[in-house]
């Protein structure tokens, strides 16, 4: 049985890894930290795990960390580098589910975190955790940066584009909408019930930190710099994701085609299911999955394909993608512990 830790427990991704890992038949949880819950039972703090877990919330600096084979980091943007070279001297393998090792550059990560990154050398050693694009590098990484779930909806929307040249790839716009749990577990006021119940506002309208990560990942599919617009949206619901991303082609193409190279790009992925040409992505569909659901359109009119992806934020957008990474990694079938139907309604 693999040892794994899971650092920061007590967030909506912390928690569902802890949930998916109880599942899974090759692991062993053996430490879960929390520095606001330490020394508190799981189940004082989260009651739906009651007779499935008996842990207790340690310290990350506690020693049951250093007995893992594998860490989860599921702690806040900029705090998780601090951990990670460790974890490393100690031949761990990490899997870091904040942004603090998908950008390649330290100066572009400065200019959109607003602070140095501590650790620029092993931004070059991280593998960015998309299996889709990256199947082969994960297999063999030390340290996985896992994507954030903007950039999973958008990247796997946009990537069959990249093999072909049939659209202008300097039109893009990704509309993205999230569920109100993408913006984590701790209190805000932009996240109460009477400030987003029955309200859908944009937000970080060209300055959201998840665009230079998509700008990144799809300019190297594409073999040359690509720059987009991305336009993120908090929705009143708890979870779910979904992306409508436009983009002006070059050559005149009915939608069904576009669907039938969608379906041939994807044919052997696992989690992305392509829909019938005329259906689109609904978050209904994957929520509590691990599934990207993609549905394709061509507007003949205006000379645009449009393709909506849908995901869980907190599976395939963060804890699920995690696991599908850890199998990756460990030799076990992707789809160990995954390969559950979304929860309808």
């Known amino acids: 049985m693999l040892k794994v830790a899971i650092a920061g427990a007590s967030g909506y991704t ?4 802890i949930r998916l890992l109880l599942k899974h038949p090759e692991i062993k949880i053996h430490a879960v930290t929390s520095e606001t819950w330490q020394g508190k039972p799981v189940t004082d703090v989260f009651p ?30 900029t705090t998780a580098m601090e951990k990670v070279p460790g974890f490393l001297k100690n031949n761990q393998r990490v899997i870091d589910l904040s942004a603090d090792f998908r950008l390649n550059s330290a100066e572009v990560f400065e200019q959109w975190y607003n602070v140095a990154h501590s650790q620029p050398d092993l931004l070059s050693e991280a593998v960015y955790g998309l299996p889709e694009i990256n199947r082969e590098k994960i297999k063999s990484a030390k ?30 716009i990704a509309d993205s909408k999230s569920g109100i749990s993408g913006a984590g577990r ?11 119940n029955e309200a859908v506002s944009a937000y970080s309208l060209g300055t959201h930190r998840h665009t230079p990560e998509i700008e990144q990942h799809f300019s190297g599919l594409a073999g040359r710099e690509i720059r987009l ?6 929705m009143p619901m708890t979870r779910g994701l979904l992306s409508t991303v436009y983009v002006n082609l070059k050559k005149s193409m ?14 052997q992925e696992p989690f992305v299911r392509i829909l019938k040409t005329g ?26 394909a449009i393709i909506t992806s849908a995901i869980d934020n907190l599976i395939k957008g963060a804890s699920g993608q995690a696991v599908q990474n850890m199998n990756l990694l460990c030799g076990f079938d992707e789809t160990l512990g995954l390969d559950a139907p979304g929860l309808y309604p």
């Open 14 to 17: 912390g928690v569902e890894l």
């Open 48 to 77: 739906s795990l009651a007779d499935h877990i008996d842990d207790e919330f340690v310290s990350i600096d506690s020693s049951l960390l250093s007995e893992c084979d594998l860490v989860f980091l599921a702690l806040p943007h």
């Open 143 to 172: 340290l996985i940066a896992n994507p954030g779930c903007y950039p999973t909806s958008v990247l796997l929307a946009l990537a069959p584009l990249a093999t072909e040249d049939w659209a202008d790839l300097d039109s893009i």
């Open 186 to 196: 701790k209190a805000s006021l932009g996240t109460h019930f009477g400030e987003c």
């Open 229 to 234: 617009t991305f336009s993120p949206h908090l």
């Open 254 to 267: 009915s939608a069904d085609e576009l669907a039938n190279h969608y379906r041939d790009y994807y044919r």
């Open 279 to 304: 259906t689109f992505a609904n978050t209904h569909h994957v929520k509590h999955s691990n599934y990207c659901d993609i549905g394709v359109q061509v507007d003949s009119r205006t000379g645009r």
